[in-house]
């Protein structure tokens, strides 16, 4: 086991670690993450941007697996902790319709058949969404 699966929420807010404010996606959303990197030093935020093909809560070592393709059809995946304090801020692009967990059948996929299908709301199903959020809210 890692050292980080020892850790508990608690004992990373007295590390001095905020809680993280990071707005909710799921698996097939296309997501934008915004993350420090330095050199020479300097500090500068680099943005990548993929769909979430796997998410996996342990705690405080839990991460998130985020997959694009880049230039000549190369698909790149990259791993992010949720807790990692070089993730500035995270933005949700599109929501994916998904019925799947995991989407590592997508490694397999060339072209357009490796695409997401991006889910349509409507006002309908966005009020709906509400007022089950505003329920459980109550509870």
């Known amino acids: 086991m890692s050292k980080a699966a020892f850790y508990t929420k608690e004992t990373i807010r007295s590390i001095g670690m905020q809680n993280r404010e990071l707005p909710t996606f799921g698996i097939g959303d296309t997501?934008?993450?915004s993350q420090s990197i330095k050199e020479a030093g300097k500090e500068r935020l680099q943005a990548f941007q993929g769909n979430v093909i796997a998410i996996h809560k342990k705690g405080a070592s839990s991460t998130f697996i985020v997959r694009k393709i880049a230039d000549n059809s190369i698909a790149v995946e990259r791993i992010f902790p949720f807790f990692?304090?070089?993730?500035?801020?995270?933005?949700?692009?599109?929501?994916?319709?998904?019925?799947?967990a995991k989407l590592y059948y997508?490694?397999?996929k060339v072209g357009k058949a490796a695409h997401v299908k991006q889910l349509v709301e409507?006002?309908?199903?966005?009020?709906?969404?509400?007022t089950t959020e505003k329920e459980a809210v109550t509870e």
């Open 106 to 108: 997508l490694r397999k």
């Open 122 to 130: 409507t006002k309908a199903s966005i009020a709906k969404r509400k």
């Open 31 to 33: 997501i934008v993450v």
């Open 84 to 100: 990692s304090p070089l993730i500035k801020e995270i933005k949700v692009l599109s929501k994916g319709d998904v019925r799947r």
